[in-house]
């Protein structure tokens, strides 16, 4: 089990993908004036940095030899006030830096969710839940020290590195070369590091999505877990995800963190390089206040190569973060407008499948040339064995997947030609697995048509019989419920579902297993209304429940990837054939109930 979690999340390897942060760019765009004065006050804060090293030089070279106080007091005041100011210059740095990190990583978050409520049926079906969580919640998390201290301040050392270099070569030529002996030796180690620590990121980053899928996985199913009493078998499984993730961890982490040390043990032998050149000669002849200024400018260059070193791990381990969440981005929706689609005219409901074949995995269809045609008006249920396809139509008609070959026309439009929110805002789908949004009734009957006043929304669950029940609750319409509706009952959810279903008044009304969760007593009531509604309309019903269906105009028996039987309720039963079998049939099996 834990095994093919895992392989569902494909390494990466170990290319370093630097397409991403040109991507990353863009989001910077919009803010182009805060970057310019955040770079205005960063060169401020450079030029502080190396005005130290430089009055230093002066006072021990001339101000104390010469014994000038005037001169001191003039160095003091300059070096005091810049100080204060660049201390201004740090406090502006440090809220606008994160300010600008964060607001891309907003921009990036909505981005992203944008993303993911195009993408069709068809993703969602092969991806487990707590994965697509994981990129959308944690992994963008995980960039903001990235972004919000990483990019700006990796220019700003760039910067620094590049001011101090002008300064040192102005003193001596000599001693700056002196200072790059160990960088060759630096630049192999980062090399070999950055693919140790790239796989490691990888490895994390994947064991982190299996545990938050599993998680998600067994707070969804808790019911069945506790019914099955399954809780020991799950908390094993979890302390195996749970250990491969921190086992995960512990390795990036020990990898991380070999550079920093690296880094700051090489520039300490440089700085005992460079003290011992300029007190033995080695082609060098400096005064003591020039190389002990140098000595600072050697720690202002190499302190920004440490501070990259630091950057370049966030960066490393960022890489696989953000390739995972472009990753995302890039899956293109497998249904969607064609470039010269239209907005589809109010329609009639005159519906046809001509010659339409579909499977969910390749080579294996579901239908194979399947024709059917329904005039406008008509009520057409959909009875068969189960995974013989009667909800599969219902979701061609909506167009939540595209047919493999064929058509599906509607008023002699074909659906692929017309755009899919002016298709699906006059098809209407009630399915059986109802979801109820945390908020009030009254916004989840009101999801179905947003601009909606108070009474269309009653008047809505009047006629579906979900007024009684919903005016006998506290705060009425006002009730507040939970996700997925856990404080009501499965009736009441599907009742609330049919209001909201109505109240966006589609042309062709699609119920499927609609029925299912409410009691006998409340499907009589609920059959007036449900007349009402479908007068005028076409209507696609899918149920098991066969005496919710004789009153349609048509049944079609589905099965062996085509239609079967089709004929009225009367006219199939005279045939005897399966859909009079499967009706005896239930209808003995409620008998004996």
Known sequence: MAQNRLEEEQQLGTKFNTENYTRIAKYLLPYKSSIAKIFGVIIFSNIVLVLGPFLTSVVIDETIPNQDATQLLWITIIYTLATILNGAAIRYRLYNIPLLGQNVLRDMRYD????????????????????????VVNYINTLSDLLSNGVIN????????????????????????????????????????????????????????????????????????????????????????????????????RVQFLLGPIVQNIATITIAFIYFAGISGLGVN?????????????????????????????????????????????????????????????VKGDVEFRDVTFGYKEGQTI??????????????????????????????????????????????????????????????????????????ILENIRYGKLDATHEEIVEAAKIVRADEFISGMKHGYRTIVQERGSTLSAGQRQLISFARTLLADPKVLILD???????????????????????????????????????????????DKKILESGSHEELMQQKGLYYQLYRTQSELLKKV
């Open 513 to 559: 297993e609609a029925t299912s969760s409410i009691d006998t007593q409340t499907e009589v009531l609920l059959q007036e209304g449900l007349d009402r509604l479908l007068e005028g309309r076409t209507a696609f019903i899918v149920a098991h429940r066969l005496s919710t269906i004789r009153n349609s105009d048509r049944i079609f028996y589905i099965g």
């Open 154 to 253: 990796v220019l700003s050392d760039i910067l620094s590195i590049l001011v101090t270099l002008v300064f040192m070569f102005s003193l001596d030529v000599t001693l700056t070369l002196y200072s790059f002996i160990l960088l060759p030796i630096l630049f192999v180690i980062t090399l070999v590091i950055k693919n140790k620590q790239r796989i490691a990121y990888d490895e994390l980053s994947a064991e982190q999505a299996n545990l938050n899928a599993y998680i998600h996985e067994s707070i969804a199913g808790i019911k069945t877990t506790q019914s099955y009493t399954r809780e020991g078998m799950n908390y094993e499984i979890f302390s195996q995800f749970s250990d491969n993730q921190r086992k995960a961890w512990m390795r990036a982490v």
């Open 367 to 440: 239908f194979e040339e399947l024709n059917f045609h329904v005039k406008p008006g008509e009520t057409i249920a959909l009875v068969g064995p189960t995974g013989a396809g009667k909800s599969t139509i219902t979701n061609l008609i909506s167009r939540f997947y595209d047919v493999q070959k064929g058509s599906i026309l509607i008023d002699g439009i074909d659906i692929r030609d017309v755009t899919l929110d002016s298709l699906r805002n006059q098809v209407g789908v009630m399915l059986q697995d109802t979801f109820i949004f945390s908020g009030t």
């Open 286 to 346: 400096v005064s003591t206040g020039i190389l002990i200024a140098f000595v600072g400018y050697v720690n202002n260059f190499w302190n920004p190569i440490i501070n990259l070193g630091n950057f370049y791990n966030s960066l490393v381990s960022g890489s696989v973060y953000l390739e995972r969440i472009f990753e995302l981005m890039d899956i293109e929706p497998s249904v969607k407008d064609s470039e010269d689609a239209f907005e589809m005219p109010p």
């Open 112 to 135: 992203l969710f944008t993303h993911l409520q195009r993408l069709s049926f068809s993703f969602y079906d092969s991806r487990p839940h707590g994965k697509i969580l994981t990129r």
